[in-house]
């Protein structure tokens, strides 16, 4: 017997970052939307916990114990006291969200082997279980069994889900290398240096954006704090953020701590002619088209 989890990726529509906290953390006013880009993770009973990975990427995931699919069967495991035997599972990934693309693939792939060791184990964990354990496993991970669209605050673990009222038309450029998450929360501490960080919070012109579906206003009110330091990293990323811009694109961002950069369409047509662009550009690895919102981890 297995089962399997599809599990969306996400694109950070405002990504307000503050000062590091004591802990080294950065508390976030962290606007998530899931779109229609997915991880599978399979679970089967095995003689050991054993990961493999497939798809585009998958040679830069770690197979070992740091795996976050592999860190949150052993979580579940052992908050229902399964061990041995009890707790041995083969996890399959089958990834198509860019690897180290600040679209929270590992993230995806730890809520979608929680959701799934849950569904073969039976344990009866409650939602709110699930999700403790997810902010246990990564800040981004609360988000990935969640879906849809949400405010994240505290270092984005603490949700609260948001309305969308349409769907938006997204392309996304995937790079030619990947960038660390911590490295470029670090390069956003060297750019503000001394400076005062303000308390990050939403942006209301932002959630009414999203909650009446209207593309115009959300190009208008997107913002990622990150994005100097992802381009300060990554200086390219401007080539391909421009190359987005001039096809039509609404609006042009990274997403989250990159370097994917996002485009928004105004429609399914535009998406397209965008997507063309970016490839004829010659700036990027792939392009890939995706809608917004998606479900979050969903057993199939
Ligand atoms: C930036 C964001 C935006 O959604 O995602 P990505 O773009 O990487 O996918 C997230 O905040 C990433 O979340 P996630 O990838 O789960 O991060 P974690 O594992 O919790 O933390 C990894 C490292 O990122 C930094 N970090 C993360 C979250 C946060 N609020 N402040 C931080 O400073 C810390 O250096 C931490 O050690
Ligand atoms: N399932 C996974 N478990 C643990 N680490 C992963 C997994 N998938 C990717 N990684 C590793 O975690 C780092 C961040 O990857 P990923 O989550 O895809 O990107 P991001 O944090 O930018 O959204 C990469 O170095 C990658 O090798």
């Given at each position: 017997?297995?089962?399997t ?7 950070n ?25 997915y ?16 798809g ?27 061990t ?12 198509d ?38 902010a ?14 949400a ?10 889900p948001?309305?969308?009222?349409g ?17 470029v ?6 750019l ?50 421009e ?11 990274v997403?989250g701590?990159?370097?994917?950069t996002?485009?928004?369409a ?14 004829a550009?010659?700036t ?17």
């Open positions: 017997m297995s089962v989890v599809r599990v969306p990726a996400k694109v529509v405002q990504l307000a970052v503050g000062a590091a906290r004591p802990d080294g953390f950065h508390p976030l006013a962290n606007v998530f939307l899931a779109v229609g880009l991880d599978r993770v399979t679970v089967t009973p095995a003689e050991e916990l054993r990961v493999t990975c497939s585009p990427g998958s040679d830069q995931v770690p197979l070992d114990a740091t795996n976050l699919a592999a860190r949150a069967a052993l979580a579940l495991a052992a908050r229902y006291g399964r041995g035997r009890d707790a041995a599972v083969h996890l399959h990934i089958d990834k969200i860019p690897v180290a693309g600040g679209m929270a693939g590992g993230s995806a792939d730890g809520a979608g082997a929680l959701l799934a060791c849950d569904a073969l184990w039976g344990t009866g964990a409650s939602r709110e279980e699930l999700l403790e354990i997810c246990e496993l990564g800040s981004d991970v609360p988000f990935s069994l969640v879906g849809g669209a405010l994240g605050v505290g270092r984005g673990e603490l949700l609260t948001l309305e969308v009222g769907d938006f038309h997204w392309v996304f450029a995937m790079a030619s290398r990947g960038l660390s998450t911590p490295a929360f670090r390069e956003f501490d060297r503000t240096g001394h400076a005062v960080v303000p308390e990050p919070v939403a942006s209301e012109p932002l959630l009414a954006a999203l909650a009446k579906g209207d593309v115009d206003a959300l190009a208008g009110a997107v913002s990622n704090d990150l994005q100097p330091a992802a381009l300060s990293l990554f200086p390219e990323l401007a080539r391909t953020l190359a987005g811009r001039a096809a039509g694109a609404v609006a042009a961002l997403s701590s990159g370097p994917t996002a485009y928004l105004r429609d399914a047509a535009s998406a397209a002619r965008i997507a063309d662009a970016l490839t550009s010659g990027c690895r792939t392009v890939r088209l995706a809608t917004a919102p998606a479900p979050g981890a969903t057993v199939l």
